[in-house]
């Protein structure tokens, strides 16, 4: 199953395997790191299963040092504009992720 990000674009499927050679070329690093896959509730069902398909890849290599986190209401346009507040959830996280870093 093939689905577009807008009908206007057309030109630009989205692919179901298209993210799976990006797993490919990733090597295991050596270091403790935390990573969020966010991706927007509001965007196509192939982003969703892409982004998820990425994140668990990441947890076979890092021992579980991923997580996705499903940003309800917005699509991938206003999630990045959100970043600036400091209220929206994905930007608490960060800032909660940076915070725990700086500790450690």
């Known amino acids: 199953m093939m689905g577009y990000p807008a ?5 630009f499927p989205i692919v179901p ?6 797993l490919d070329i990733l090597t295991p690093v ?6 969020v ?3 927007a509730a509001d965007d196509p069902v ?17 021992a579980g040092s991923c997580d996705a986190m499903d940003i309800q209401g917005h699509d991938h346009f206003d999630t990045v504009e959100r970043l600036a507040d400091p ?3 994905l930007t608490q996280r960060v800032l909660a992720m940076c915070a725990r870093g700086l500790r450690e």
């Not at 009908?7 to 030109?11: D, V």
């Not at 395997?17 to 990006?22: E, G, L, P, V």
């Not at 050596?30 to 990573?35: T, Y």
């Open 7 to 11: 009908t206007s674009l057309t030109i």
């Open 17 to 22: 395997d298209a993210s799976a050679f990006h």
């Open 30 to 35: 050596p270091c403790a790191m935390q990573v």
């Open 37 to 39: 896959v966010a991706f």
């Open 46 to 62: 192939e982003f969703r299963r892409q982004s998820l398909a990425f994140a668990a890849g990441l947890n076979e290599m890092h």
């Open 87 to 89: 209220t929206f959830p």
